[in-house]
């Protein structure tokens, strides 16, 4: 067993199949880059194209903000102890303009301030949705009030998305990025 280091195999540019082509094609059209989670999950090019439609879907048109994706994303991230996720979305907070004190508080595993209904709603759900009991009927209707079902949806899918990424980043010994 590797100890250590990353774990990610990465396929050679002349070995990628069509399909896997076909795929790394998508995902830069999508996003404009290719996330890591993609050098894994191109190992099984039908996941990777599926994982490709949702994530890009998530990231660039659902009803929820950055702000607000990138403040399930910590907690998911957190909870899984993924640090590779954590510290770039924790960065990303800052990019899409939390305060210091959000961020460090989100760091040390506080509750922070939040500055809307609808990020206090993305947190609470975030942080409720590995409980053993389902949220709270005041935490769930405080979500659709904010949220609207629309919002709840695209945050459900969000938080089960970024579970795979940040279990594929930790399981795959995927280093945090340098600063």
């Known amino acids: 067993m590797t100890q250590g280091g990353s774990r990610i195999s990465e396929i050679a540019p002349d070995k990628l199949t069509p399909e896997q082509l076909a795929v790394l094609e998508a995902v830069q059209r999508g996003r404009g880059f290719l996330p890591k989670p993609f050098l894994i ?3 099984s090019p039908k996941l990777a194209e599926r994982m490709e439609g949702l994530g890009t879907f998530l990231s660039t048109s659902s009803s929820l903000t950055e702000r607000e994706l990138e403040i399930a ?17 924790l960065r990303n907070l800052q990019k899409f303009g939390h305060p210091q004190a959000v961020v460090d508080a989100m760091r040390e595993g506080r509750v922070p301030e939040l500055a809307t209904a609808r990020e206090r709603a993305v ?6 949705s590995d409980d053993a009991e389902p949220a709270s009927d005041q935490i769930f209707d405080e979500a659709v009030a904010a949220l609207g079902r629309e919002g709840l949806a695209d945050l459900v899918a969000l938080i089960g998305y970024y579970t795979a990424v940040a279990i594929a980043m930790k399981i795959h010994r995927v280093p945090v990025a340098p600063r």
């Open 73 to 89: 994303v910590v907690i998911v991230a957190r909870r899984l102890s993924s640090p590779f996720v954590y510290d770039a979305h």
């Open 41 to 43: 999950w191109l190992h």
């Open 123 to 128: 947190y609470d759900i975030a942080r409720t």
